[in-house]
């Protein structure tokens, strides 16, 4: 069962959902016959939900890690599985990543950040690329999406720190994760066309992972 987290169910009446009240409509959803619940959003995103600001960091108002692993023991215990979105590709202009990115060659400290994000010059704005705040620097984000910047996957210390989070996560209890917008893990070079060839072995690689991070059994389920 889909559950948007934010207004699944309030429980301190603020007008936003939140974990304690996904935890108090278990047995109601148990009653459904639901054997799965996906939250969305779970992590820190900005206000529409898809672009990731901080991966490690539960979504603003919905609670604590504390009460998170309060849902995972309780939604176990009914034979409920927690799956959580999980963005691979799609952060937000407010990911301190971002930032760090444009301005690694002026900045060594942050030079491990300089290939994050897909950065070129001399080519022309589009819907899929825009220039970063009114310089000759452009940035691939998703269509029409500026605020979204697309990670640079094939970099290996983006790929290494999105594997480190789904450790997070997976040592969190997770069951799985629904890999949203796969179609942005890698583009054509005018970044409109996704090379699905490309994305397949990416998925493939990560499934890998995740089963042996799950210690080989493949309780993790990525759905996409």
Known sequence: MNIWTLSFSDSNSDNIGDLIGIIQKLDYLRRLGVGAIFLRPIMRVEKSGLGVIEYNKL?????????????IIKARKKGIRVLID????????????FDKSALASAHPEDAHFADFFIWRR?????????????????????KER??????????????DIIKAALSF????????FHFSSIEYLY???DGKDPNWEKIAKILRSLRIFIDDEKGG?????EKM
């Open 59 to 71: 979504a603003s108002k919905i609670g604590n890690f504390e009460q998170f692993n309060e849902l």
């Open 86 to 97: 999980f963005p691979l590709v799609l952060t937000s202009i407010s990911n301190p990543w």
């Open 122 to 142: 001399g080519i022309p704005n589009s819907e899929f690329i825009s220039e970063y705040c009114g310089s000759t620097l452009k940035y691939f984000h998703v």
């Open 146 to 159: 500026p605020d979204l910047p697309v990670l640079h996957w094939t970099n290996k210390n983006v790929s």
């Open 169 to 176: 996560w997976i040592n969190k209890g997770v069951d799985g």
């Open 187 to 189: 583009r054509s070079e």
């Open 217 to 221: 059994g493949g309780n993790a389920r």
